[in-house]
């Protein structure tokens, strides 16, 4: 077959073609029906206010010593001039203790008693507005009777590492005695703790050395024993407990240590083969990531390292650090931190948090919450603006006026300036916050409200612009109003669910101020 | 017809296809940049009244207009000149957006000064402030903006009494001279030397800086042999040496008192008059006591010359640095005569000793006698190598271990 060209033709539709490509624009689809001008609103990005945001920000730590005045405690920091309280950088409390502090006896429980010490401790901590997490030790070696006496007394299997502490017992976790008393105890925390607006997450295994998931026994005649059973124990263990936790809590994240022995008897050496599978176990039974070696670069390794990048916007990492300042030998560190120089511990552990990408970091007690502010305040404000997630939209474009029953057209840019993520995507928070658009009446209050669904928190990372386009048809009285955006809690009536990083005027109810608007 | 008007849409299509042509995606055009950064002062004073109040203020002026795709950051820095903005010196700000200026007050670059730069008190010294204005997020690189500025820095008085190393000048002085610590007390400084008529000066050193040690009255008269009340600043000011002689000049640093002995009122060493053996039929012996001898168990009962240094601030305060096996008696002459001539050993001799064993690090008096129950007395001493202080005008000792 021959081809001709017409030439005359492919001149004319090179022409055409040339003249479309030198305009430069394809006549926008506009769904919406206004016919008003839109106005370009750049809300300003806040980097330095302390968000209360859930699962991102610092942790602030406290004992169950019933004095709860602990929480207001100031520091004098040099680099400010000035003394500032703990609680104003922290976003959440956190109290790691006994089971047997929370459970004294069988159905009796501490947080239920306005008298002791841990009722004080949690509800100072409400009162400042600071929601609580938990860690529950079982395990005896090297503190204290952690386990309820009851429990054992019923049957519990149990061992002890040191005769001359005979109350330092170590429970086995594979015993149906210490299960079955173990889910009455977390059956009846819920009940008063799977509330979200009470409580920041549970650190929910808690099992072996210090709660921290390593050196976990499994025999009570030889705590470290290792054998043919131990790897289908771990695995038996760790489906128990995460199934049990993801159980009661519906609402609450929840948390495991990420750690290269996690379950094992032992607590150092190199990985187990299985501990991917163990975690990926509590993952799957949607539990977030804690390490609690963050600054020990002998502990927090490549293992670590990889395991976090594995999850990484997949779910939300909770750093804590290693080292204890005051106590041990930092110097030591592979990282040539300095004797004497525990802002060395600082930076490294910041620097080990950027690497990770962690949503929250430690305000630890006594001499750990100290030096972060007075040796290393700078890195506290930068976690500020750098860590965690730190949401807002950098440009919304908005009619100014709108005919009340016609459609407009919104288009929204969100960015998420920290390095962390928001994890709207974990079971228990299940997508509930959503973006949303309101028109404020003069007194501030929504008359209605507008719910994108397209737009997804949890996926806006690195800073990186994340554009959407929602078409809402107004339907309010005619009227003066106010455009406002919010992230809103679905779960809570689409109120404002996540406090916005922007300097733009808010609502009391969280709600940010866009633009004035008429409907006709 | 139809052909040229072909030819001439072409034409005006290439045309303006060409008028897309962008000079910054083809040639490397530098952008204008727009920051301005300035210092409220060139030169501040810290202002100890008023520590919460700012004291040094920056401003700066916007950086460039980019596109709405690139995020612009604004950083601050805040270093001691020569530091470079190193990790563990700088003081780092983000700045909010649409925020153009960074105060700090008089007690955060005090802080700073002690806590985190190191810096010696009282002297001087320059800051630099950067600001840097970074676009990042857009399609393609744009070069950051920097300005950076310095202020030199009058820091807070603060009065000290510490040296690092101490002299005597002046006029008077034969040159300038370091002055020791005693080796009985580190806090205290002695000369001992010639002094012509003139101005005496202490230069003290510390910290890299030189103050002057003078009375805290300010006179430059003194009282020979008298305690004076001292300070301690960048005052070159000291005292009036009336008459040339020997002069001993001792600074106590703890209790900031000084004394000047002239040759009329110079500490004197001990002088002992004592019977021989204790016997005050014996004519009398005079020794004028320069050094000690040791004699006991603990040398093995024979004589030991200790050969001690004595004190530059007392003549009467002796040290020796040594052991002892067991038990001894300091005596204060091996050999001596009375007015008589008769010749005596140490065992007749005037001698110090106490019947409770010399515990280190302890001040413990001392007897000293010639009578016979003082001279068969031994006194038990600490095990080791230690540093013995004999202070013989307040008849006490001290044992201070040597490492």
Redesign the interface.
């Known amino acids: 077959m021959r081809y001709y060209i017409n030439w ?1 033709a492919a ?2 539709l ?2 055409i073609l ?2 479309m ?2 305009c ?1 624009k394809t006549p926008s689809e506009d769904d919406s029906d206004s016919t008003e001008d839109y106005t370009l609103v ?1 809300p ?5 206010k302390v968000l209360k945001n859930p699962l991102t920000g610092w942790v602030m730590y406290g004992s169950a010593s019933g004095d709860p005045s602990y929480w207001d405690t100031s520091i004098y920091v ?5 003394s500032v309280y703990v609680k104003d950088y922290a976003t959440c409390a956190y109290i790691r203790t006994g089971w047997s502090i929370f459970n004294p006896s069988d159905g009796v429980y501490a947080w239920r008693d306005p008298s002791t010490a841990l009722y004080k401790m949690i509800q100072g901590a409400l009162d400042r507005g600071l929601p609580i997490a938990f860690r529950f030790v079982v395990d005896g070696r090297d503190q204290r009777a952690n386990t309820p006496r009851f429990v054992l007394d019923a049957g519990a299997e149990y061992g002890v590492e040191n005769t001359k502490f005979p109350d330092r017992t170590t429970p086995l976790p594979q015993d149906p005695v210490f299960q079955r008393y173990y889910e009455k105890f977390i059956a009846a925390l819920a009940e008063d703790f799977d509330d979200p607006s009470k409580c920041a997450f549970i650190d929910a295994y808690g099992l072996g050395k210090w709660g921290e998931g390593h050196t976990v026994a499994y025999n009570s005649t030889d705590l470290g024993l290792v054998d043919d059973n131990t790897e289908r124990l771990k695995e038996e263990v760790m489906v128990w407990i995460t199934s049990l936790y993801a159980k009661y809590f519906k609402h609450v994240p929840l948390v495991i240590n990420y750690h290269r022995v996690i379950g094992h008897p032992t607590g150092t050496g190199g990985a187990n083969a299985n501990s991917d599978k163990l975690v990926s176990i509590a993952v799957n039974n949607g539990y977030c990531l804690r390490s609690d070696a963050f600054g020990m670069n002998s502990y927090y390794g490549t293992w670590e390292k990889t395991c976090a990048n594995t999850y990484r916007y997949k779910r939300p990492i909770i750093m804590e650090g290693g080292w204890i300042v005051s106590q041990h030998s930092y110097w030591n560190d592979p990282a040539g931190y300095r004797q004497d120089h525990p ?1 060395d511990v600082r ?1 490294g552990e910041f620097e080990a948090s950027r690497e990770a990408r962690v949503n929250m970091m430690d305000f630890r007690v006594g001499n750990e919450t100290q030096s972060w502010f007075v040796n290393a305040f ?1 890195y506290v ?2 976690f500020v ?2 860590g965690g997630y730190r949401l807002y939209p ?2 919304v474009s908005l009619p100014s006026s709108v005919k009340s029953g016609s459609s407009v057209k919104i288009s929204s840019r969100w ?1 998420n ?1 920290g390095w962390g993520y928001c994890p709207n995507n974990i079971p228990q928070w299940n997508y509930k916050y959503k973006v949303a658009f309101a028109l404020l009446d003069g007194t501030d209050k929504p008359v209605e409200v507008f719910v994108d669904d397209n737009c997804e928190p949890s996926t806006w990372v690195e ?3 994340n554009p959407y386009e929602f078409n809402v048809k107004v339907s309010c009285a005619p009227g003066n109003y106010m455009w406002a955006v919010a992230i809103v809690d679905t779960t809570k009536e689409n109120a404002p669910g996540l406090l916005l990083a922007v ?1 733009n005027e808010s609502t009391s109810d969280g709600w940010v101020k866009l633009l004035d608007v008429k409907v006709d | 017809m ?2 040229n008007l ?2 001439t ?2 034409v ?3 045309g ?2 060409a ?2 042509y962008d000079p910054y995606k083809d040639d490397m055009v530098l952008p204008t940049e727009t920051l301005t950064l300035a210092s409220q002062n060139s030169d501040i004073v810290l202002d100890e009244d008023n ?2 109040a700012p004291v040094l203020t920056f401003t700066w002026t916007p950086a460039r207009e980019v596109s ?2 690139y ?1 612009v950051s604004y950083t601050t820095k805040l270093d001691v000149v020569g530091n470079n903005f190193g ?2 010196t700088v ?8 925020v153009y200026s960074r105060s700090f ?4 670059i ?3 000064a002690g ?2 730069w190191n810096l010696p008190v009282n002297k001087p010294f320059s800051l630099e402030f950067r600001v840097i204005v970074e676009f ?2 857009g399609p393609e690189f744009q070069a950051p903006e920097v300005r950076t500025v310095t202020v030199n820095v009058t820091p807070i008085h603060v009065d000290i009494f510490a040296t690092d190393k101490m002299y005597i000048d002046g006029t008077s002085s034969p040159g300038k001279e370091e002055v020791s610590a005693t080796l009985e007390n580190s806090n205290q400084y002695a000369w001992y030397g010639d002094l012509t008529p003139g101005t005496l000066l202490i230069p003290s050193e510390y910290e890299g800086i030189t103050y002057y040690i003078h009375a805290a009255s300010g006179s430059a008269s003194f009282e020979p042999g008298k305690p004076i009340d001292l300070v301690m600043d960048e005052t070159k000011q000291g005292w009036t040496i009336p008459s040339g002689g020997k002069h001993r000049v001792v600074v106590n640093m703890e209790t900031k008192q000084a004394v000047i002995y002239d040759e009329a009122t110079d500490l004197q060493p001990l002088t002992v008059d004592f019977y021989p053996n204790g016997i005050d039929t014996n004519p009398l012996a005079h020794v004028t006591v320069v050094d000690l001898w040791a004699y006991g168990g603990g040398t093995g009962w024979g004589v030991r010359k200790l050969g001690c240094t004595q004190s530059a601030a007392d003549p009467q305060v002796m040290i020796y640095e040594g052991s002892f096996s067991g038990s001894v008696k300091f005596c204060i002459a091996q050999s001596f005569t009375d007015e008589a001539g008769n010749s005596y050993n140490q065992n007749n001799a005037f001698c110090y000793t106490s019947s409770t064993a010399l515990v280190s690090n302890k001040l413990q008096e001392l007897t000293g006698s010639a009578e016979r129950t003082v001279r068969n007395t031994y006194m038990g001493m600490p095990s080791g190598k230690h540093l013995f202080i004999f202070d013989l005008r307040n008849s006490t000792i001290i044992a201070k271990p040597v490492q």
């Open positions: 005359r001149l004319l090179s022409s040339l003249l490509i030198s430069g750049k300003a990005f806040n980097k330095s040099p680099d400010e001039g000035a802002e930076k700078s404000k930068q603006t750098e950098d440009q960015r300036m800073s990186k612009p300097n | 139809k052909k072909l030819i849409l072409l005006l299509s290439i303006m296809v008028c897309t520590m919460t709405d795709d995020i990790s563990t003081i780092r700000n983000d700045e909010e957006d649409g007050t008089s007690e955060q005090n802080n700073w806590d985190r990042t997020g």
